[in-house]
């Protein structure tokens, strides 16, 4: 019993930990989504990204990096890519680069992984966009649109309202609504790994090089791991021996596929554009993995090649990004339930209600 104890003390602390350190940056990136969310919006992707060859499909993969899209409109709005003139190759790049990463990932990443991470990161969410957009672009050509309810979310409605109110809703209602779940599991996976797993577990039970990139791209390939909450859980991965080439591969893979996601892919666009998006995942994990690993390796041997803490935080602006963002997200998980509760007295203030 006080070994339990133990383990559960420990991983509310590495919870709490983890917690602090990466509030700031993701509230910034929180606040970074926002802004974005409203200089560009779904109907400017397919204006900009429609149309044949290579030229739409690497706009495609640049335009997915940055982009703050929520969860529900990554597979609507590829199908509109595909209904308004884009070939497969650009819907497809679009798909692979967009969950992979976020402005709001990307700050966290590099907060918490370093500069290093934070670079390499998007680069491979990029190239993985080129490369299976550019693939599926020589396989299938003009071929194919998709079928699918168009997303009417917040994210993707204009209310009339003004442009600043657009982004603090989108920045701190619906952003935190989509992560909220996902970032806690994520803290929580981090904090048990932290508290069960020896510090060499990972050298010693899978070694160094390509075998641990493999099983982390097993894992990770099936497993839906949103690219934000991703982070916490590769910090805690990292801090028990597992290589930080092999913690990219996690991220990626993880991020980057899903078992929906694939299955979604299979029923828009054929099996072929699938097995291309898996295979162009897969390649650009395992190399982009090795790469970060050479990077670093080279940099430590010259006194650099920090992993973890791009930059010193203050204690106090950690603490206050802290609540801030227990706020936030505490917000995010009550609001249905607020809302519900809102629905039952209006309508009971307007009309008879039955109990």
Known sequence: MTKILEYLATAGREFLVTLTEMSPYL????AAAGIISVLVSPGQVRRHLGGHGLWPVIKAALFGVPLPLCSCSVIPVTVSLLKHGASRGAATAFLLSTPETGVDSIVVTYGMLGPVFGIVR????????????????LVEGKAGTGTAAACTDECCAHDGSHRLVRAVRFAFITLPRDLARPLLIGLMIAGVIAALTPDDFFVSGLGTGIVPMLVMLAVGIPMYVCSTA???IAVALIQKGLSPGAALVFLIAGSGTNAATVAAVWKLMGVRTTMIYLAS???TALVSGGVLNL???????RGYGQVQCAWDT???????????????????LLRPWLLRRKHAHSCCGHTHCSH
């Open 27 to 30: 509230l910034f990136g929180f």
């Open 122 to 137: 998007p680069l491979a969410a990029l190239i993985a966009g080129v490369l299976g957009g550019g693939a599926v672009a």
């Open 230 to 232: 991703s982070v916490p």
């Open 281 to 283: 995942v897969a390649i």
């Open 295 to 301: 990077i670093l390796s080279v940099l430590q041997t």
């Open 314 to 332: 203050p204690g106090w602006l950690e603490i206050s990004a802290t609540i801030a963002l227990c706020g936030v997200l505490g917000y995010a």
